[in-house]
């Protein structure tokens, strides 16, 4: 049997074999593989790197752009404009396509990047035994079968089953979510230990942060766990957005429509009003350019990149245009627990004494707050035992706590240690003070086979004392009394196994500390001077507790009628504690990953509609969860920040990825960003999502009746026999000019007051709901009526066609500059200063299009081009007259059915 059809057979049973029976399987031995070794397995197995995915080259990428029918439909109306000779106007239609399949390219070429960033995650070096001697490599000729030397600091070169260990903790948050180092052994675990679990594993891109180890490789590159990952993310399908389906339905309805209609005007005029083909021909044209609506994706793009400039002032920040709109109909939040809901930074949350048990104020690092007993503030100054405990934290401690420059603490070291230095200094002690003042004679260093560390100090005046950290019932075993407030008392055992129980139920995890003089000089300690006789001193709780905003935004997202969810590679107890101090899981049920192991699709779907915590989730179970949410019909969003996270970050209707604590794989992969890494900037992003959303139907609303008042105007003049009331060259302008400066304005448009009281939009929706076809319609109609109306009138008192013309045209755009008031608000009554002023841009887009149609009017080479003439004082009050109509109209509209609102 070859090594690679022996590695196929257990490559999920590394962490359950003996290293003996690996060392064989991978015909390897301690002293590592010899040259000849190396270079045939080399040859065998490949670099240790991912491969490179084939790619599409960046021309098809390019072209690929204008694969959408509503761009079929543009190019057709730029076609159309160069037929009829108006140049200009075709390059502007085709301009504008062009800048949409840019923007769209250099969103698509930024995502591409994900996989690169996770091939890079690899180390790049590593230390390896080979032939017995020990040599520095690049991380891509590591082997199966090399022996891999790790000491802290190093990032592991491929998954590893260790065979030595010493104080050895790895950094696996990135894979696994954990916010503390994992301790890791060399015993093998179950065979169905979910990853987290496989403490005799290291897995390739993850870092050492203590201690040293030694193992040997059984997987490199892309059948690693992180390879795994990232073959995962690239088979897993990107799903378009709501926003992209509804416009795509709404461009197919919108060609065949106009088709039709052209079709039955051509074939009306030439049989019914002996119109000649030739005229018909071009008149069907004219019909065609009327209802195609040039500037609504132009308008489109604008609005969603105005939300993504909005967002990114609130630390949102969006890679891909349309994801700004997703936000608006998300239905679900997927949330990791570290490092998003939480703090990622450990801190003592409760402290027990022999007499109390005291409730640690402040948050993560910061060594600010206070202590509560029965929420009452304690002064540490005036409690010798708090005192005696907080020496201990400080003095048996191998971290260092800073303060960063830009502000905040971190910890170089353990996070555990970072949380007893922090907890030290809130009693008013100085880790450097006590360290002078105390100092380090020798220590026996953590080590998971006896779960403590022990430091031996003396106070320069001939006294010396040992202090003991460790797991509780450790150190229980160690101790022959305790302090309380009356100095050393007989321990009582009973009592801290009750409050260790109760600290547990909390989801904190448990560290004892002892304490114990030592009568005489010393300058060696060793295990027999801890074995018995210490005194223990208290408990601390540690939690990595959630952020203060995040659980004032989770409220803000249930509030909008959006279930938040917490999927965790953390313990269920740890995340069901979190989850209920943020409001989620009240029903307090926990599935975790063994359950979703053996659950089939039905029952996941069943779980996710009933269950808001997932503890223990692999980045499959995670991907899994998605899926199944999708399923039931659920808009959903994924937040993360490890490698863990980016397959499900990218099946996800809208990733959201942590800017600062976040890996690059999650944020390449997800389709948003958080600036400040805060659960908070969701909600504002969700708001914002919902403003786009709404903006963009609002300029619909606007733009369309123009076209459809244009079509209808022409499809009258045909049906009468009449002369046209507006060219196909004014038409244009008249698209072209309301777009840009009009239907702009409202890309501007504030949130509405009850944006986040509605609940979300349904993605099944379609863009054009019964209500707005009906108040497109109506607005047609009215428009329709006061142009032609006017046209006729003005030919009826002998007025020249080219007058005429002239009046219609101002008069179709007085219609829009007063609907424009209207359109701010689709439902509610704009008759008030906030609806008639609330948007500056509105009241200078009307300044500038007045300003164009007087160029329009009176400038000779505009004249000339358009076929205008000058209008006189009476034409224009007679156009204001008849064109303010429809804002009386549309808002006495709105008041009838203001009890029978059309869902929009």
Same mark, same amino acid.
């Given at each position: 049997?070859?090594?690679?059809?022996?590695?196929?057979?257990?490559?999920?049973?590394?962490?359950?074999?003996?290293?003996?029976?690996?060392?064989?399987?991978?015909?390897?031995?301690?002293?590592?593989?010899?040259?000849?070794?190396?270079?045939?397995?080399?040859?065998?197995?490949?670099?240790?790197?991912?491969?490179?995915?084939?790619?599409?080259?960046?021309?098809?990428?390019?072209?690929?752009?204008?694969?959408?029918?509503?761009?079929?439909?543009?190019?057709?109306?730029?076609?159309?404009?160069?037929?009829?000779?108006?140049?200009?106007?075709?390059?502007?239609?085709?301009?504008?396509?062009?800048?949409?399949?840019?923007?769209?390219?250099?969103?698509?070429?930024?995502?591409?990047?994900?996989?690169?960033?996770?091939?890079?995650?690899?180390?790049?070096?590593?230390?390896?035994?080979?032939?017995?001697?020990?040599?520095?490599?690049?991380?891509?000729?590591?082997?199966?079968?090399?022996?891999?030397?790790?000491?802290?600091?190093?990032?592991?070169?491929?998954?590893?089953?260790?065979?030595?260990?010493?104080?050895?903790?790895?950094?696996?948050?990135?894979? @696994?979510?954990?916010?503390?180092?994992?301790?890791?052994?060399?015993?093998?675990?179950?065979?169905?230990?979910?990853?987290?679990?496989?403490?005799?594993?290291?897995?390739?891109?993850?870092?050492?942060?203590?201690?040293?180890?030694?193992?040997?490789?059984?997987?490199?590159?892309?059948?690693?766990?992180?390879?795994?990952?990232?073959?995962?993310?690239?088979?897993?399908?990107?799903?378009?957005?709501?926003?992209?389906?509804? $416009?795509?339905?709404?461009?197919?309805?919108?060609?065949?429509?106009?088709?039709?209609?052209?079709?039955?005007?051509?074939?009306?005029?030439?049989?019914?009003?002996?119109?000649?083909?030739?005229? $018909?021909?071009?008149?069907?044209?004219?019909?065609?350019?009327?209802?195609?609506?040039?500037?609504?994706?132009?308008?489109?793009?604008? @609005?969603?990149?105005?939300?993504?400039?909005?967002?990114?002032?609130?630390?949102?920040?969006?890679?891909?245009?349309?994801?700004?709109?997703?936000?608006?109909?998300?239905?679900?939040?997927?949330?990791?627990?570290?490092?998003?809901? !939480?703090?990622?930074?450990?801190?003592?949350?409760?402290?027990?004494?022999?007499?109390?048990?005291?409730?640690?104020?402040?948050?993560?690092?910061?060594?600010?707050?206070?202590?509560?007993?029965?929420?009452?503030?304690?002064?540490?100054?005036?409690?010798?035992?708090?005192?005696?405990?907080?020496?201990?934290?400080?003095?048996?401690?191998?971290?260092?706590?800073?303060?960063?420059?830009?502000?905040?603490?971190?910890?170089?070291?353990?996070?555990?240690?970072?949380?007893?230095?922090?907890?030290?200094?809130?009693?008013?002690?100085?880790?450097?003070?006590?360290?002078?003042?105390?100092?380090?004679?020798?220590?026996?260093?953590?080590?998971?086979?006896?779960?403590?560390?022990?430091?031996?100090?003396?106070?320069?005046?001939?006294?010396?004392?040992?202090?003991?950290?460790?797991?509780?019932?450790?150190?229980?075993?160690?101790?022959?009394?305790?302090?309380?407030?009356?100095?050393?008392?007989?321990?009582?055992?009973?009592?801290?196994?009750?409050?260790?129980?109760?600290?547990?139920?909390?989801?904190?995890?448990?560290?004892?500390?002892?304490?114990?003089?030592?009568?005489?000089?010393?300058?060696?300690?060793?295990?027999?001077?801890?074995?018995?006789?210490?005194?223990?001193?208290?408990?601390?709780?540690?939690?990595?507790?959630?952020?203060?905003?995040?659980?004032?935004?989770?409220?803000?997202?249930?509030?909008?009628?959006?279930?938040?969810?917490?999927?965790?590679?953390?313990?269920?107890?740890?995340?069901?504690?979190?989850?209920?101090?943020?409001?989620?899981?009240?029903?307090?049920?926990?599935?975790?990953?063994?359950?979703?192991?053996?659950?089939?699709?039905?029952?996941?779907?069943?779980?996710?509609?009933? @269950?808001?915590?997932?503890?223990?989730?692999?980045?499959?179970?995670?991907?899994?969860?998605?899926?199944?949410?999708?399923?039931?019909?659920?808009?959903?969003?994924?937040?993360?920040?490890?490698?863990?996270?980016?397959?499900?970050?990218?099946?996800?209707?809208?990733?959201?990825?942590?800017?600062?604590?976040?890996?690059?794989?999650?944020?390449?992969?997800?389709?948003?960003?958080?600036?400040?890494?805060?659960?908070?900037?969701?909600?504002?992003?969700?708001?914002?999502?919902?403003?786009?959303?709404?903006?963009?139907?609002?300029?619909?609303?606007?733009?369309?009746?123009?076209?459809?008042?244009?079509?209808?105007?022409?499809?009258?003049?045909?049906?009468?026999?009449?002369?046209?009331?507006? !060219?196909?060259?004014?038409?244009?302008?008249?698209?072209?000019?309301?777009?840009?400066?009009?239907?702009?304005?409202?890309?501007?448009?504030?949130?509405?007051?009850?944006?986040?009281?509605?609940?979300?939009?349904?993605?099944?929706?379609?863009?054009?709901?019964?209500?707005?076809?009906?108040?497109?319609?109506?607005?047609?109609?009215?428009?329709?009526?006061?142009?032609?109306?006017?046209?006729?009138?003005?030919?009826?008192?002998?007025?020249?066609?080219?007058?005429?013309?002239?009046?219609?045209?101002?008069?179709?755009?007085?219609?829009?500059?007063?609907?424009?008031?209207?359109?701010?608000?689709?439902?509610?009554?704009?008759?008030?200063?906030?609806?008639?002023?609330?948007?500056?841009?509105?009241?200078?887009?009307?300044?500038?299009?007045?300003?164009?149609?007087?160029?329009? @009017?009176?400038?000779?080479?505009?004249?000339?081009?358009?076929?205008?003439?000058?209008?006189?004082?009476?034409?224009?009050?007679?156009?204001?007259?008849?064109?303010? !109509?429809?804002?009386?109209?549309?808002?006495?509209?709105?008041?009838?059915?203001?009890?029978?609102?059309?869902?929009?």
């Amino acid at each position: 049997m070859t090594v690679n059809e022996i590695k196929e057979q257990h490559k999920k049973l590394w962490h359950a074999m003996a290293d003996e029976e690996i060392l064989a399987y991978l015909g390897t031995s301690s002293e590592g593989l010899s040259f000849e070794q190396v270079q045939k397995r080399l040859q065998e197995h490949g670099p240790n790197r991912l491969p490179s995915p084939q790619r599409r080259s960046a021309l098809v990428r390019f072209l690929f752009q204008f694969h959408n029918l509503l761009i079929y439909v543009l190019l057709v109306a730029a076609i159309v404009a160069a037929f009829l000779g108006h140049w200009l106007d075709a390059a502007v239609i085709l301009g504008v396509v062009v800048v949409n399949a840019l923007i769209g390219f250099i969103q698509e070429g930024k995502a591409e990047k994900a996989l690169e960033s996770i091939r890079s995650m690899l180390s790049l070096h590593a230390f390896v035994r080979r032939a017995g001697r020990r040599e520095e490599i690049a991380a891509e000729e590591v082997v199966p079968g090399d022996v891999v030397l790790l000491q802290a600091g190093d990032k592991v070169p491929a998954d590893l089953r260790l065979l030595q260990v010493k104080e050895l903790r790895i950094d696996e948050a990135i894979l @696994t979510g954990e916010s503390e180092p994992v301790t890791k052994g060399v015993s093998p675990v179950a065979e169905d230990a979910p990853v987290g679990d496989r403490l005799c594993l290291a897995f390739s891109g993850t870092v050492v942060t203590y201690g040293q180890g030694v193992g040997v490789v059984v997987e490199t590159g892309s059948a690693t766990e992180i390879g795994r990952i990232s073959e995962m993310l690239k088979e897993v399908e990107t799903l378009t957005t709501p926003l992209l389906k509804a $416009m795509d339905r709404f461009a197919r309805y919108l060609t065949v429509a106009i088709l039709i209609f052209a079709v039955i005007t051509l074939v009306f005029g030439f049989l019914a009003r002996d119109y000649s083909l030739t005229e $018909m021909f071009l008149a069907a044209v004219s019909l065609i350019v009327a209802a195609i609506p040039e500037g609504l994706p132009a308008i489109v793009t604008i @609005t969603l990149a105005i939300g993504v400039q909005r967002m990114a002032r609130r630390n949102a920040i969006i890679r891909r245009l349309p994801a700004v709109e997703t936000l608006g109909s998300v239905t679900v939040i997927c949330s990791d627990k570290t490092g998003t809901l !939480t703090r990622n930074e450990m801190m003592v949350r409760s402290l027990v004494t022999a007499g109390a048990r005291l409730d640690v104020e402040g948050a993560g690092y910061d060594p600010h707050g206070g202590f509560l007993l029965d929420q009452k503030e304690v002064v540490p100054e005036d409690d010798d035992i708090l005192l005696h405990i907080g020496r201990v934290a400080l003095l048996c401690n191998d971290s260092v706590l800073t303060l960063k420059e830009e502000g905040g603490w971190h910890v170089q070291g353990d996070p555990t240690e970072g949380a007893l230095l922090s907890v030290g200094r809130k009693m008013g002690l100085d880790p450097e003070s006590a360290a002078r003042e105390n100092p380090r004679v020798d220590s026996i260093p953590f080590e998971s086979e006896h779960r403590f560390m022990a430091t031996l100090h003396h106070d320069h005046e001939g006294h010396f004392f040992i202090c003991v950290k460790g797991a509780p019932e450790r150190v229980l075993d160690m101790c022959t009394g305790q302090r309380g407030a009356q100095g050393k008392e007989d321990l009582d055992r009973g009592y801290w196994e009750q409050r260790a129980e109760e600290l547990a139920e909390r989801g904190e995890r448990l560290l004892a500390a002892a304490w114990k003089p030592v009568a005489e000089a010393k300058t060696e300690l060793t295990f027999e001077d801890v074995e018995s006789g210490l005194i223990f001193l208290g408990l601390f709780g540690i939690t990595d507790p959630p952020r203060d905003e995040a659980v004032t935004a989770v409220k803000a997202c249930k509030s909008a009628g959006i279930k938040v969810k917490m999927i965790t590679g953390d313990h269920g107890k740890t995340a069901q504690v979190i989850g209920l101090q943020m409001g989620i899981g009240e029903n307090r049920r926990v599935v975790t990953g063994a359950d979703l192991e053996a659950a089939g699709d039905d029952q996941l779907r069943e779980w996710v509609a009933d @269950t808001d915590i997932f503890a223990r989730a692999s980045p499959e179970h995670k991907l899994r969860l998605v899926r199944a949410l999708q399923e039931r019909g659920e808009v959903a969003a994924m937040t993360g920040d490890g490698v863990n996270d980016a397959p499900a970050l990218k099946r996800a209707d809208i990733g959201v990825a942590m800017g600062v604590k976040g890996t690059e794989v999650a944020k390449e992969a997800a389709e948003m960003v958080l600036a400040d890494d805060n659960f908070a900037s969701i909600a504002n992003a969700v708001e914002e999502g919902r403003t786009v959303y709404d903006n963009i139907k609002k300029a619909i609303l606007f733009i369309l009746p123009t076209n459809g008042g244009e079509a209808l105007m022409i499809l009258a003049a045909i049906l009468m026999g009449r002369s046209l009331p507006i !060219t196909p060259v004014q038409i244009l302008w008249i698209n072209m000019i309301t777009a840009v400066t009009l239907a702009l304005s409202l890309a501007f448009e504030p949130p509405e007051a009850d944006i986040m009281e509605r609940s979300p939009r349904n993605p099944q929706e379609p863009i054009l709901t019964p209500f707005l076809l009906w108040r497109i319609g109506y607005v047609s109609l009215i428009l329709v009526a006061g142009t032609f109306g006017l046209f006729f009138w003005e030919r009826s008192v002998g007025t020249s066609l080219e007058m005429a013309r002239t009046v219609a045209v101002n008069t179709l755009v007085m219609f829009e500059v007063f609907y424009l008031l209207n359109a701010r608000y689709i439902h509610r009554n704009v008759l008030s200063r906030e609806g008639l002023t609330g948007n500056r841009l509105v009241l200078m887009a009307i300044a500038l299009v007045l300003v164009f149609q007087l160029i329009f @009017t009176y400038a000779p080479p505009l004249q000339m081009l358009f076929a205008t003439e000058p209008m006189t004082l009476a034409a224009w009050l007679r156009v204001i007259l008849v064109s303010s !109509t429809v804002f009386i109209l549309v808002e006495m509209e709105k008041y009838l059915l203001r009890d029978h609102r059309w869902k929009y």
